[in-house]
């Protein structure tokens, strides 16, 4: 099994940035692609962001410009930069490993979900 363990949330002001870790651990022994997804209060789960083990991207419309993920493979930690937050972008935020990028549904995940990380943006 697959330990994720996400940290890095907060609360910042609209314009502001953040960066959310992801680190796996336990019996990884394939290259997934990594994503990460957020759930809003009173909404369902969903795609923000994925990278594959080579590098290759897939973002959410919503985040286009604005998130950039990226991985450490040598550490099994991916990250989640995120810049010119919008009070729209407040959610808990998870990461998951995934099939492919087309894969990237949050039913589609392939370990339990971990806490989540909280990020709060104030207008």
């Known amino acids: 099994q697959v330990q994720l363990v996400e940290s890095g949330g907060g609360l910042v002001q609209a314009g502001g940035s953040l960066r959310l870790s992801c680190t796996a651990s336990?019996?990884?022994?394939?290259?997934?692609?990594m994503g990460w997804f957020r759930q809003a209060p009173g909404k369902e789960r969903e795609f923000v962001a994925a990278?594959?083990?080579?590098?290759?991207?897939k973002y959410v419309d919503a985040v286009l410009g604005r998130f950039t993920i990226s991985r450490n493979n040598n550490k099994n930690t991916a990250y989640l930069q995120m810049n010119s937050l919008k009070p729209e972008d407040t959610a808990v935020y998870y990461c998951?490993?995934?099939?492919?990028?087309?894969?990237?549904?949050?039913?589609?995940?392939?370990?339990?979900w971990g806490q989540g990380t909280q990020v709060t943006v104030s207008s």
């Open positions: 990278i594959t083990w080579g590098g290759s991207t």
């Open positions: 998951n490993r995934i099939r492919t990028l087309a894969q990237s549904d949050p039913q589609d995940t392939l370990d339990a």
């Open positions: 336990g019996r990884i022994l394939s290259t997934y692609p």
